[in-house]
């Protein structure tokens, strides 16, 4: 399988933006024969509003908003499947949403199995997942089921719960159906933080089904400070350059670099390389939660796809303090099983971009570190 993720800083509420921003970052790399491409969780609305008056005005109706457009134009662009987080305001006859580019059949009613069926009245809101397929229509759709504080003040937890879907991805060891787990971030989480850490209700669903693809579309956050992230060098503004017989910025001969310039570039560059290294306690902390899937014979594939960058806490531009919520970054694409857990390539802390790994090519698991379990893989 071809995998991709992207990871990017969605700015919170800034939709049209943010859209603009994934397609930049898809222009700019090789996204040639994809069979699956994962976003974020709230990927196009940011995550981190305070109230249900802040998030109303960006709930999309059940696979008809913007997040759905452009999951379908994508995907019908890119010939793959498109899978990307959205708030949903549930919508009693939801429609496949028609295509910018359609095919005409992009308009056609979803299967029942695809998007689950509401409540009569006064539908609720929910932290939503939908994939759409290379043809334009709706493959799956999935809503969160283990809620975090966050979600509590818009969301309603799925009443589905988890799910299992075969998806049209062939594998190079076989060409039929993928047997895929979604879930949303949290979902891999113990219930309210309060079901005991063993339960791995996530994990040992996805096993009992005998997943061999997992899908965590995320907004994870860490505890890590913004200088951390390689953020704080980031965020100041590079002093304009200074040219003999002119003023700042202006063409001419540049002065010899001043100690206070040559310190700013240093810090640039130490910001740069942190920014450029995952977040290992985070990745780590994910295993440890897929650990039932450590046990299975045959591996699994599982798609991190975090976001990256800094949020507010009430919505509007503000410091380092109570309420910023930073995101982890360090999407990852992972093979667990047979005792192992490899990783097969991911991203920085607070990178932006496109990860692509192809799970069938020789060597693919052989980067990044290996978790090791003595005795496990016998099932």
């Known amino acids: 399988m071809h995998i991709a993720t992207l990871q990017f800083s969605p700015v919170l509420g800034q939709v049209a933006q943010n859209i603009a921003r994934a397609d930049e970052l898809l222009a700019a790399a090789n996204t040639e024969g994809l069979d699956l491409l994962v976003l974020p969780e709230l990927a196009f609305t940011g995550y981190n509003f305070p109230s249900l008056a802040a ?6 109706p059940t696979c008809a908003g913007p997040t759905a457009h452009w999951a379908i134009r994508t995907a ?6 498109v ?18 580019t359609p095919p005409p059949a992009a308009s056609a009613p979803l299967p029942p199995s695809a998007v689950p069926q509401p409540t009569p009245t006064h539908p609720p809101n929910h932290n939503a997942l939908l994939l759409a397929s290379p043809t334009g229509h709706i493959l799956a759709h999935y809503r969160k089921t283990h809620l975090y504080y966050t979600d509590t003040t818009w969301a309603q937890p799925g009443a589905e719960g988890f799910q299992a879907v075969d998806l049209p991805i062939p594998r190079a060891e076989d060409p039929g159906p993928t047997r895929t787990a979604l879930g949303i971030c949290m979902d891999i989480n113990p219930h309210r933080f309060v079901a005991p850490w063993d339960a791995f209700e996530f994990a040992t669903h996805a096993r009992a089904q005998r ?6 579309s995320m907004a994870w956050l860490t505890r890590l400070g913004r200088g951390e992230l390689g953020l704080a060098a980031a965020s100041t503004p590079a002093p304009p350059a200074l040219t003999k017989g002119g003023t700042p910025g202006t063409a001419g001969e540049k002065l010899p670099e001043t100690p206070a310039a040559a310190e700013q570039q240093e810090e640039e560059a130490s910001a740069l390389q942190l920014r450029r290294r995952p977040d290992a306690d985070t990745q780590a902390y994910w295993v440890a939660r897929l650990e039932p ?18 949020e507010p806490g009430d919505g509007v531009e503000s410091g380092e ?15 667990i099983g047979g005792g192992r857990a490899r990783v097969g390539g991911c991203l920085g802390r607070g990178e932006e971009g496109l990860l692509r790994v192809d799970t069938g090519a020789a060597g693919a698991w052989e980067a ?3 978790l090791v379990r003595e005795g496990e893989g016998e099932e």
């Open 293 to 310: 899937l450590i046990g299975a014979r045959e591996p699994v594939v599982v798609v991190c796809a975090n976001r990256c960058g800094v």
């Open 211 to 216: 997943c061999k693809l997992v899908v965590l």
């Open 76 to 81: 019908t662009r890119l010939h793959c499947a």
């Open 321 to 335: 303090g109570e309420g910023e919520a930073r995101y982890a970054g360090s999407s990852a694409v992972l093979c």
């Open 55 to 60: 998030i109303t005005p960006h709930l999309e």
């Open 368 to 370: 990044g570190w290996v």
């Open 83 to 100: 899978c990307v987080g959205y708030p949903e305001r549930t919508t009693l006859s939801p429609l496949s949403p028609t295509p910018l």
